[in-house]
């Protein structure tokens, strides 16, 4: 029997609420298997801590989440410390201290999901973002000089390295190819962006030669806003810079339906580090503390987790049942126009992973017998 190492971090605001319901839906999960199980360690990280410490994790956290082989995070966001020291004293330092350059974001509108287009019919949007995340705008590198004076000056430098640009164009080809369609998008923004974004495309189409099997367009940015919207089905695997697809995955679980649903993988494709998986929604202060957020962005995260351990099955078997809790209208949450609390949702979920796997017992017995 093996079993995963977990480090559950939930952060701020409804990460935690929504990460132990993830963790719960993990156990409903291993308690079907026989060859697997959890061992999970939670990680009090976040504003609070940063409140009492100085620091949103301590300096020598990352060696606490090394040995792990896979964490489940929930939001880094507080109203009271300033955003740039929560995004980047947690959840970037765990991404860029594991070096996980490539964040995986599936769209898909679930069944009984209503999403907002109206020509759109569920099949036509079936899309996963890849993300670089790593470098490009939120590499860190700039500065400011002259603070408070007339002649202040600040910069933000997009950096990308040819080295960088190529292990995320050859995972996002790769991607394509495991994909039915084999069909990949290129966003860029090299009209205007005449340095690293040329680049980018010189880069994309000599990768392309290693994959003469997936087909591939180009797109700039701003125009795959309007065809993610006017003509989704002509997309499916899409790759992008860090803060352009930053952009268009909130567009895109718009478009599903619901930010709430959205899941997220940050991996490390090498496997030299843990990888972390996390729902895409905010810490969402002015519904956190009430019971009220969607898991099921969590669960999704959940069911990616499972994928990268290698457990497809049980990832399958989840993907199944989250189906079926979000065909059930009366198990929808407020971001879904419903009234369904965090607490039945994830119990919805969890009884039907319990039923099933009653049921495949008693089918084995009757066979036995
Ligand atoms: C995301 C989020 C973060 C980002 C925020 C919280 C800084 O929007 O994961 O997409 O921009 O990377
Ligand atoms: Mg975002």
Known sequence: MKTYRIATIPGD???????????????????????????FE???WGGDYYRQHGAMMPADGLDALRDKDAILFGSAGDPHIPDHITLWGLRLKICQGFDQYANVRP?????????????????????????????????????????????????????????????????AFRLAQTRPRKLLTVITKSNAQRHAMVMWDEIALQISQEFPDVRWDKE??????????????????????????????????????????????????????????????????????KGLANPVGTFWSAVMMLEHLGEDAAARQLMAVIERVTADPSLHTGDLGGSATTAQVTDAVCALLASEAAGGTAATDVKAA
């Open 220 to 289: 700039l940015v701003d125009a795959a806003t309007a065809r993610m919207v006017n003509r989704p089905a002509t997309l499916d695997t899409i790759v992008a810079t860090n803060l352009h697809a930053d952009i268009l995955s909130d567009l895109a679980a718009a478009l599903a339906g619901s930010l709430g649903i959205a899941p997220t993988a940050n991996l490390d494709p090498e496997r030299r580090y843990p990888s972390m998986f996390e729902p895409i929604h905010g810490s969402a202060f002015d519904i956190m503390g």
């Open 13 to 39: 605001g409804i990460g935690k609420e929504v990460v132990p319901a993830g963790q719960r839906v993990l156990e409903a999960i291993a308690a079907r298997s026989n060859t697997f199980g959890f061992a």
């Open 42 to 44: 939670n990680f009090d």
């Open 107 to 171: 769209t898909r509108i679930l069944p009984g999901i209503d999403g907002p287009l109206k020509r759109c019919a569920p099949q036509d949007l079936d899309w996963v973002i890849v993300r670089e995340n790593s470098e490009g705008e939120y590499a860190g590198v700039g500065g400011r000089a002259h603070q408070g004076h007339p002649i202040e000056v600040a910069t933000d430098v997009s950096m990308m390295t040819r080295a960088g640009v190529e292990r995320i164009l050859r995972f």
